[in-house]
């Protein structure tokens, strides 16, 4: 009987199984036959072009006329109608019109630019841009010496440090500027972002000037805090050599910065004159060596001033020369020379 329970069972459950797996089949042919041959679970074929907008210039000051233009990677679009709207009002269409030119509005006033592409197969692809006009200037000054009531620029010598202000115009929805130190900057010193100087608020930026002969490019990137608006600007600088001014001091008016000393310098009948030597464009902050020669015989001199008397009874002429340099950079150097003339040699 044991034997006989075990060989009815075994049937009954092999039976269960192919009922199973039949069933199992079943589903997957209905639902093969549900989905249509070549479909796809993906987003329509025109969603998969890229339409980019160029702009020159890429961001754009107020009142400033713009070029864009529209490119369709993986698409030929010179075939196709091209449409340009602005704010919603058609200013442009036809065939292969991929470039297109408008003017910006007032500083804070945004407009948008649209673009759309008719194709016979993939529909229409469209794109938008709201633009809204910036403005970034960018100023620099190197830490070097200039004297009293110089007008000019300090410039900067040979690894200097230089530094860099950005004052940029940004006016908010509502007409507002909004605050230099409210915005984001993102500072480049030769194409590398230098993020312990970019940030919030962070709108000044130093750095160890080029060597000579050579130049170091700046870029700033600033943002609205909302993202909204956003401009850049880059410059760039070369190291210059540092230059020797030689001024008259008078005993009364003290040093006479408003003539210097050029080429030559004629004595007066028992003249004595003190001349100061002013190094411009050196690192202040560096220990400063002076070498002054007379016909080219060493002055035991080591300030930036010397005295100079006529001798009695001799006439004639005399060059006098100075080297400086910056013992903490030995780039930081120059020299420079004028001529004396004294007694009745004047010519």
Do not use: C, H
Request: net charge neutral.
């Amino acid at each position: 009987m044991e034997n006989t329970n075990n060989q009815t069972t075994l049937p009954i459950i092999y039976q269960r199984k192919r009922k199973i797996i039949n069933l199992i089949l079943f589903s997957f042919l209905l639902l093969f036959l549900a989905i249509p041959v070549g479909a796809t679970l993906t987003s329509p074929v025109s969603s998969g072009y890229d339409l980019e907008l160029k702009l020159d210039p890429e961001y754009p000051s107020a009142n400033q006329t713009v070029s864009v233009k529209v490119e369709l990677y993986g698409l030929a679009i010179e075939k196709y109608e091209i449409l340009w709207s602005i704010d919603g009002v058609l200013k442009k269409r036809g065939i292969g019109q991929k470039e297109f030119f408008f003017q910006t509005g007032n500083w804070g006033e945004n407009i948008i630019l649209t673009v759309q592409i008719n194709t016979p197969n993939n529909g229409q692809l469209q794109k938008q841009l709201q633009i809204t006009p910036t403005e970034v200037d960018l100023i620099w000054e190197a830490n070097t010496y200039t004297p009293p009531f110089y007008k000019g620029k300090a410039l900067n010598s040979s690894k200097a440090i230089v530094n860099v202000t950005v004052l940029p115009n940004f006016i908010d929805k509502n007409g507002q500027k909004i605050p230099n130190e409210k915005l984001i900057y993102n500072w480049q010193e030769d194409w590398k972002v230098k993020g312990n100087q970019s940030g919030y608020g962070k709108s000044t930026f130093s750095l160890e000037g080029p060597q000579t002969n050579r130049s170091k490019s700046i870029k700033v990137t600033v943002t609205s805090l909302d993202g909204a608006l956003k401009a850049e600007k880059s410059i760039s600088f070369r190291a210059i050599s540092p230059e020797i001014v030689f001024y008259k001091q008078d005993p009364l008016l003290g040093v006479l910065y408003n003539t210097a000393i050029k080429g030559e310098y004629n004595f007066g009948e028992n003249e004595e004159i003190k001349i100061m030597a002013s190094p411009f464009f050196f690192s202040p902050q560096n220990e400063i060596n002076y070498n002054w020669t007379m016909n080219g015989q060493t002055m035991n001199i080591s300030n930036n001033e010397i005295i100079l008397r006529q001798p009695d009874g001799q006439t004639g002429s005399a060059q006098i020369a100075l080297k400086i340099q910056n013992m903490d950079s030995i780039l930081q150097f120059t020299d420079s020379n004028f001529i004396i003339n004294f007694g009745n040699n004047t010519d």
